[in-house]
């Protein structure tokens, strides 16, 4: 059973263009919602994360979206640059040493 | 500081063989977790370890198994090894354990080849 549905898989989108990659959870006691990247031969990166306390969180180019009763969260980039051409992945987790679960991963291509 | 190393980074087994990944945790930390990566179902969670315990398992057969040293260091061990076992495995470490910041430091991974 998948704890995290993420959509769409694969993703194109114009340089300066805006990506947008959505999740969704059925796991009420996830308390924090972590976006990860990762290039190609590199492991993932920790990108941006959000705790459910807050609807938005907002880093540079990169916006999380959360909304605790629809339990769906999303990652906005804004801007987008072909540097950001990447796989992107949703994870979550519910406190007291419980592993963090991700979701199937989106590869993001942004095209010039 | 260095970040999490894994050896080997690849490697290939025939069917039935087994193998032995290593990783090695950025300095400090405590925790070291075990993923599986592979293109159909993204990263899937094998086991943590915390202080030479394991203190989550996932949903893998009895063929994963792992351990960690006094030091940190982890290792997986893959047993009577399947085609379908060929995947990115990804080691990653954090200061206390996932509950606290979420944060996952991943090493680059071993891919393992099984024919």
Redesign the interface.
Same mark, same amino acid.
């Not at chain 1, 059925?26 to 990247?37: G, S, V």
């Not at chain 1, 980039?77 to 007291?96: E, K, L, N, V």
């Not at chain 2, 400090?28 to 915390?50: D, I, K, N």
């Given at each position: 059973q998948q704890q995290v549905k993420?959509s769409p898989q694969s993703l194109i989108v114009q340089k300066g263009g805006i990506s947008i990659i959505n999740c969704a959870y059925e796991n009420t006691a996830f308390d924090?919602f =972590?976006w990860?990247q990762q290039f190609p031969?590199? #492991? =993932?990166?920790?990108l941006i994360?959000i705790r459910p306390d807050v609807s938005e969180k907002k880093e540079g180019r990169f916006t999380i979206s959360f909304n605790k009763s629809a339990k769906q969260f999303s990652l906005h980039i804004m801007d987008s640059q072909p540097g950001d051409s990447a796989t992107y992945?949703c994870?979550a987790?519910s406190?007291?040493?419980?592993?963090?679960?991700? #979701?199937? #991963?989106t590869r993001l291509s942004v095209i010039a | 500081k260095a970040g999490?190393t894994q050896t080997p980074r690849y490697l290939i087994k025939t069917r039935g063989q087994q193998v032995t990944l290593s990783c090695s945790p950025i300095s400090g930390h405590r925790s070291v977790?075990w993923?599986q990566q592979t293109p159909?179902?993204?990263?899937?969670?094998l086991f @943590?370890y915390?202080s030479e315990t394991q203190?989550?398992k996932?949903n893998f057969p009895g063929r994963f198994s792992g351990r960690q040293f006094s030091n940190s260091r982890s290792e997986m061990n893959v047993s009577t090894l399947e085609l379908g076992d060929s995947a990115l495995y990804?080691c990653?470490s954090s200061s206390q354990?996932?509950?606290d910041t979420? @944060?996952?430091?991943?090493? @680059?991974?071993s891919r393992l080849t099984v024919l």
């Amino acid at each position: 059973q998948q704890q995290v549905k993420q959509s769409p898989q694969s993703l194109i989108v114009q340089k300066g263009g805006i990506s947008i990659i959505n999740c969704a959870y059925e796991n009420t006691a996830f308390d924090y919602f =972590p976006w990860y990247q990762q290039f190609p031969g590199k #492991g =993932p990166a920790l990108l941006i994360a959000i705790r459910p306390d807050v609807s938005e969180k907002k880093e540079g180019r990169f916006t999380i979206s959360f909304n605790k009763s629809a339990k769906q969260f999303s990652l906005h980039i804004m801007d987008s640059q072909p540097g950001d051409s990447a796989t992107y992945f949703c994870a979550a987790m519910s406190s007291g040493n419980t592993p963090l679960v991700f #979701g199937k #991963g989106t590869r993001l291509s942004v095209i010039a | 500081k260095a970040g999490v190393t894994q050896t080997p980074r690849y490697l290939i087994k025939t069917r039935g063989q087994q193998v032995t990944l290593s990783c090695s945790p950025i300095s400090g930390h405590r925790s070291v977790s075990w993923y599986q990566q592979t293109p159909g179902q993204g990263l899937q969670f094998l086991f @943590e370890y915390f202080s030479e315990t394991q203190r989550n398992k996932g949903n893998f057969p009895g063929r994963f198994s792992g351990r960690q040293f006094s030091n940190s260091r982890s290792e997986m061990n893959v047993s009577t090894l399947e085609l379908g076992d060929s995947a990115l495995y990804l080691c990653a470490s954090s200061s206390q354990g996932t509950h606290d910041t979420g @944060e996952l430091f991943f090493g @680059e991974g071993s891919r393992l080849t099984v024919l």
